[in-house]
């Protein structure tokens, strides 16, 4: 699949028909490994850049695509011909809730603060009759003991999901993926971040206009966050843009990927 580098961070460039093929095609081995689909904004390809752990981690996704506007209008240039698309959390969700519904997928949640989850698991069922969320799960926020941990990964075996969606957080939610996805099977973990807040009504998404546009995050630092997403949009904004520069017209680790 064709991609595109931006600092050390590769996105791949496809559309939403493709990611649920993958998604179909990887479930239909339920011995199979665990795969990840990892959607990457401006933020986590910053915070990549100056740690090589979570540089590490994003490596390793079996899928890593552009959760950004500014990313898929750069790709659509840069690779003409090739069809791609934003990997927003919800939209994600939407499309592999949509697959799901046919295929007799059953999802888990796992993340939000207190009683997020399960809003979110009736908003989903609500909107997709006959959807199957078997389980959720509202982690603390100061690290699981061990004993809550293995918990956890006993009802995932229980339960036998085969979408994990995933909301803790950038890097919290990508460094829990990495650590779990090898200890599990016949499943795809999804980092959607935010998208528990959506769908539970918690904070409100921008219109979709507004989401095309490339200035959602002008919208979401105007809302209810603006104090915890203040520094994500100016500071760290600023620093990606200036990164991205500097490699585009000196030592570049950036560019087109096959």
Not at 113 to 119: C, D, E, L, N, S
Not at 172 to 199: S, Y
Not at 236 to 245: E, G, I, K, S, Y
Request: charged share 25%; hydrophobic share 45%; glycine share 10%.
């Amino acid at each position: 699949m064709s991609g595109y580098r931006f600092l050390r961070t590769r996105l791949e460039a496809l559309d939403f028909a493709e990611l649920t093929r993958r998604v179909a095609d990887w479930l239909a081995d339920a011995a199979g490994p665990a795969r990840n689909v990892a959607c990457l904004n401006t933020y986590c390809v910053t915070l990549a850049h100056d740690d090589p752990g979570l540089q590490a981690v994003y490596d390793r996704a079996d899928l890593a695509g552009p959760d950004g506007m500014p990313f898929v209008f750069w790709m659509r240039r840069q690779l003409p011909g090739v069809r791609c698309e934003r990997f927003y959390g919800p939209d994600v969700i939407l499309h592999l809730a949509a697959e799901g519904v046919g295929r007799g997928w059953r999802f888990y949640l796992y993340g939000g603060a207190p009683g997020i989850a399960p809003r979110m698991a009736a908003e989903l069922e609500r909107r997709f009759p006959g959807l199957q969320v078997v389980g959720w799960h509202t982690p603390p926020f100061r690290p699981p003991t061990a004993e809550e941990d293995s918990a956890v990964m006993a009802e995932l075996e229980r339960l036998r999901p085969h979408v994990i969606l995933v909301g803790l957080g950038t890097p919290k939610q990508d460094f829990w993926i990495d650590a779990h996805k090898p200890r599990l099977r016949g499943c795809v973990l999804v980092n959607v971040g935010a998208a528990f807040d959506f769908f539970a009504g918690r904070v409100r998404q921008a219109p979709r206009c507004v989401q095309r546009s490339g200035f959602e995050w002008l919208w979401r630092l105007l809302s209810r966050d603006f104090f915890r997403l203040f520094h994500r949009y100016t500071v760290v904004n600023a620093r990606f843009l200036w990164l991205f520069a500097r490699d585009r017209f000196g030592a570049r680790t950036g560019g087109r990927t096959q």
